[in-house]
């Protein structure tokens, strides 16, 4: 929990890992969406599409 001023740890995220198949189609999809911001900066015009 965060406030305007400064960031109080209420508790721990609790830890529960990604099955691999999941995990995989997460990291993909993280990294096609970073790809598609990157390219929008260095060419404008392909960031029309999302």
């Given at each position: 929990m965060a406030d305007r001023y400064d960031a109080v740890l209420i508790?721990?995220?609790t830890y529960r890992?990604?099955?691999p198949a999941r995990r995989k189609a997460e990291l993909l999809r993280f990294?096609?969406?970073a790809a598609r911001r990157l390219s929008a900066q260095i060419d404008p015009?392909?960031?029309d599409d999302f």
């Open positions: 508790r721990e995220a890992p990604l099955a990294a096609r969406r015009s392909m960031g």
